[in-house]
């Protein structure tokens, strides 16, 4: 006999970060230091982050949004210039295109896995045409050895967008470098945190040395080099560049975060898989693709598809569910149906008919370490109860 549904007292979350006492100690220490702002231990993260994916250079900031501002600039985007990306993406990957003045490009996605199209981003090359700029999305890669292979063909850069890929591997490699540049979240649903916060990864020495200058008011010196024992005050301005610093308190949190997001990694894709397995019996549902190539996915969402089958659209399914106790959230709407790049580029409406069929059906359940197995059999649960439901 079926057990009948028993809703849970307290709401279970789409997200929350697993904060331990190493972290606590070690703001708590930054604190007392004297030492708040940018300084020694962002430089400890920035050279632990390069130790760990294995990159010669690692540029802390504020967010992955500054990231990508200044990468762009660095990169020399203009007005005029196309940069192909996808639509399926929190909406300042492609903000910055525009603040920048350049002109967003989108290819549709893959429907199953979310990741861009691959195949499509020839045919969206144009004289104009200045870079490619793709998503990892959830925690898998993009495929990014054909993108490479049409960048080389036309003289485009590459910069990914890998704000949910710290330990996200691509045919044994780690996301981030393939290409120019790379972007990396901290942001607190990300798998690991720095409450905000960002980084950029990358291989050229002399861009690295522009980026840092364009990272901090355009000043070659930071303010550890400048005010620490030994330092020199004296500063001089190469470019008219901005306040995208990172501080001490957020790389406090980020050491420890990152010495266990393997583990944080690891727990993800249990629970990740535990949800495909239980969600096997739920037919209204579509489960999250994963690429067919070579990779490592570290699950930073699980994202599933409310099929028509249900009877009930995505937003009514949320309602319900959070009437259940249970937490979602959506990653992401397609970009070019938010309003302002609808109204400046609505030749887009209907060109990408995956990511639209996508935007209306998808949602994020919860997944975070701290999750207990029962946690993801009770979300399950939720599902099958609202389905009973909505038939009647």
């Not at 789409?14 to 702002?37: C, H, M, N, Y």
Request: glycine share 8%; net charge negative.
């Amino acid at each position: 006999m079926k057990k009948p549904f028993v809703q849970r007292d307290a709401f279970l979350p789409f997200s929350k970060p697993t904060i331990r006492q190493a972290e606590i100690d070690e703001v708590v220490d930054s604190l007392r230091s004297g030492w708040i702002t940018t300084g020694p231990k962002a430089e400890r993260f920035e050279k632990a982050f390069a130790e760990y994916t294995g990159f010669p250079e690692a540029l802390a900031l504020s967010s992955a949004t500054a990231g990508l501002h200044i990468g762009l600039i660095a990169l020399g985007v203009k007005p005029g210039d196309e940069v192909i990306t996808t639509p399926m993406t929190w909406a300042a990957t492609v903000n910055m295109i525009e603040a920048c003045g350049g002109t967003p490009v989108f290819v549709d996605i893959h429907r199953d896995t979310c990741q861009m199209d691959e195949r499509q981003v020839e045919a969206a090359v144009t004289g104009r045409t200045v870079g490619i700029l793709p998503v990892h999305y959830a925690g898998a890669p993009c495929h990014v050895g054909a993108l490479l292979e049409v960048a080389r063909r036309h003289g485009l850069w590459l910069f990914e967008d890998a704000a949910h890929g710290v330990g996200t591997l691509y045919q044994g490699e780690h996301v981030g470098a393939f290409g120019r540049l790379g972007v990396f979240s901290f942001h607190p649903i990300k798998n690991m945190t720095t409450a905000e916060g960002g980084l950029l990864t990358l291989k050229e020495p002399e861009l690295a040395r522009a980026l840092r200058a364009w990272r901090f008011h355009g000043l070659e010196k930071s303010a550890w080099n400048r005010y620490a024992e030994g330092g020199s005050p004296q500063v001089e301005v190469i470019l008219p560049g901005f306040k995208y610093n990172f501080m001490d308190l957020q790389a406090a949190l980020g050491i420890h975060q990152l010495a266990s997001v393997d583990e944080f990694n690891a727990r993800r894709r249990h629970l990740a898989a535990l949800y495909d397995r239980l969600l096997a019996e739920v037919p209204e549902v579509e489960r999250p693709g994963v690429p067919a190539y070579d990779h490592f996915h570290t699950w930073h969402l699980y994202v599933v598809k409310v099929l028509d089958s249900a009877g009930l659209a995505r937003d009514a399914f949320m309602t319900e569910l959070k009437a259940r106790n249970v937490g979602t959230g959506i990653h992401f709407r397609a970009v070019h149906t938010q309003p302002y790049y609808a109204r400046k580029y609505p030749q887009w409406l209907g060109k990408l008919p995956e990511a639209e069929w996508v935007s209306d059906r998808l949602f994020s359940l919860p997944l975070f370490p701290a999750m207990e197995d029962e946690d993801v059999a009770y979300v399950v649960d939720a599902f099958k109860d609202v389905l009973a439901h909505a038939r009647g």
